[in-house]
Nanobody, 122 residues
């Protein structure tokens, strides 16, 4: 099945930067959108940014101007460059891929990574 692995999370001080990466592997038939979600303690998971197969992007209002999402289709990888980080950005960040899994009888849907912790100190 499709598997996603995130990397790049960690502890950073206020105003700092981090770059998250997520690589998809497995029996991937196709990938449509790729994106990042986050979930802070006691809150629901929310969309951070998403990028389409045509490289159109959409961002949560809270991260516009600070975060940039990009993708490398040849590597089945999506990135999230996070600048000017705030304590409010502290959360577990999850990679999301919408695509088709040929190992699951061409199941189409969302695939999730295990998450990576991002902590921003003040």
């Amino acid at each position: 099945q499709v598997q996603l692995v995130e990397s790049g999370g960690g502890l950073v001080q206020f105003g700092g930067s981090l770059r998250l990466s997520c690589a998809a592997s497995g029996k991937i038939f196709s990938i449509n959108t790729m994106g990042w979600y986050r979930q802070a303690p006691g809150k629901e998971r929310e969309l951070v940014a998403v990028i389409s197969s045509g490289s159109s992007t959409n961002y949560a209002d809270s991260v516009k101007g600070r975060f940039t999402i990009s993708r490398d289709n040849a590597k089945n990888t999506v990135y999230l460059q996070m600048n000017s980080l705030k304590p409010e950005d502290t959360a577990v960040y999850y990679c999301n891929v919408r695509g088709v899994d040929s190992g699951r009888y061409f199941y189409t849907g969302d695939f999730w990574g295990p998450g990576t912790q991002v902590t921003v100190s003040s």
